[in-house]
Every structure is written in C-alpha cells, then in structure tokens.
C-alpha cells in the first residue's frame, strides 16, 4: 500500500526566489514519480516527472528531484513567478498513481 | 491536445437522488480514472477503469459505482447521494504502457453539492 505525504499545507515564497516543494512516500516499487499543478475551479496539469532511474529531471524554470535511499520526492521552481501561485500536488505509481495531499504555493509580489 | 470532458461544472442534488456524472476523452485512452478532492485529503480514487467493461476499486469506492460501456466514456453513478458525497469530482485518463509515463490527463471537474 502507497501512502504518499506533503507535509506542508501551504508555501508563500517572494517573487523571483526559489520554491521548494516536498513529497515524501512509502512504497518504491513504482517507475514514475510526477507533479501536478492545480488552479481553483480547473484540473490538476501534469506539470513535469522523473523516471525512478534517474535523480534529478529539468524543465525551464522545474526541477524535480529523487532522492530513492530517502523515499522523498522535491520540486524547485525558481524564479518563482506570481502565475505559480496553485496547489501542487505529487503522485506516484504505476497505471494507478497515490497523490500527496497537496501544497496551496502563493508567490509574493 | 487532449481533451477531457465532464459533462457538468456545477450540479445540485437532493440527498438519496441517483447522480451521474459523465467524462469524456478523445485521445483513445485505454485508462480512464475517477477521483474525488476534499480540502485537507488530497486527490483519492474511486475507480479506475484499463478497458471497456473493465473496472477497478480504487481507494474509496463505498456508495459509488461505475460504468464503461465505450473506450471514450466513462460514467461515475452516486446510486443515492448523500451529503458526504459533496464534493469536487474529476476525471482522468492515460494511456496504457510504459512509453505513456503514468501522465493522466484531467477534465476541468464537477462540483457537486449533495443538500
């Protein structure tokens, strides 16, 4: 059984500094490792992902990065911009992915 | 671009009405998904269909049921609401394999009120 966990409920980050975003999880025996974005009243975006075979994935101004030994998933944003402000949420698996509880991220003018 | 459809962004129901709420999909995903998302618990599945007449229970299934007649359509049935049935709903597919890097694509959700 999955259990996956973002142990903060919301992040407020200036604008132009780094965002960090954590997931934490229990079971490794999945592939994939992705991170969804969410406005209010829209559906989560698949926003970037990393392949259990690697550490580290780059998308512009994304990062994720796996850290397996420590079963924790983060994503960096930088420089975080005022359209990153969103829910953010994690999900691992297979064809079924667990989500994390999510992250409400505001990025300060 | 895919493109997931749910049939209603908004929906009042009376308590121990049957509820349907339709998704569509036009990408030819053998995957589609239904979860529900609460403030405080994240996104949790309630079903997940791989194929036509195919359907798995997800995390919370109790008092909800499923139907996949056609690979684009997937239906999610409240067969007598409830309150703690309020809820946002969302809808989700992906194709099978590998190569599909477990990406679900999701529709733009359903609120619905449950009085």
């Known amino acids: 059984d999955q259990q996956v966990k973002q142990n903060s409920p919301s992040l407020s980050v200036q604008e132009g500094r780094i965002s960090i975003l954590n997931c934490d999880y229990t079971?490794?025996?999945?592939?994939?490792f992705l991170w969804y974005k969410k406005y209010p009243a829209e559906g989560p975006t698949f926003l970037i992902s990393?392949?259990?075979?690697?550490d580290k994935n780059e998308d512009g101004r994304f990062t994720v990065f796996l850290n397996k030994s420590a079963k924790h998933l983060s994503l960096h944003i930088v420089p975080s911009q005022p359209g990153d402000s969103a829910v953010y949420f994690c999900g691992i698996g297979n064809e079924k992915l667990t989500f994390g509880t999510g992250t409400r991220l505001t990025i300060i003018p | 671009d895919v493109k997931v459809t749910q049939s209603s962004r908004y929906l009042v129901k009376r308590t121990g009405e049957k509820v349907f709420l339709e998704c569509v999909q036009d990408m030819d995903h053998e995957n589609m998904f239904w979860y529900r998302q609460d403030p405080g618990l994240g996104l949790r599945l309630i079903y997940f269909s791989y194929d036509v007449k195919m359907k798995e229970k997800g995390d919370i299934p109790e008092g909800y049921s499923v139907s996949r007649e056609k690979k684009e359509r997937f239906s999610l049935i409240l067969e007598s609401a409830s309150t703690n049935q309020t809820s946002m709903y969302l809808c989700a597919s992906s194709l099978r394999g590998l190569l599909a890097k477990n990406i679900q694509y999701f529709g733009a959700g359903t609120r619905l009120s449950v009085l």
């Open positions: 990393i392949s259990s075979i690697k």
């Open positions: 079971n490794s025996m999945f592939d994939y």
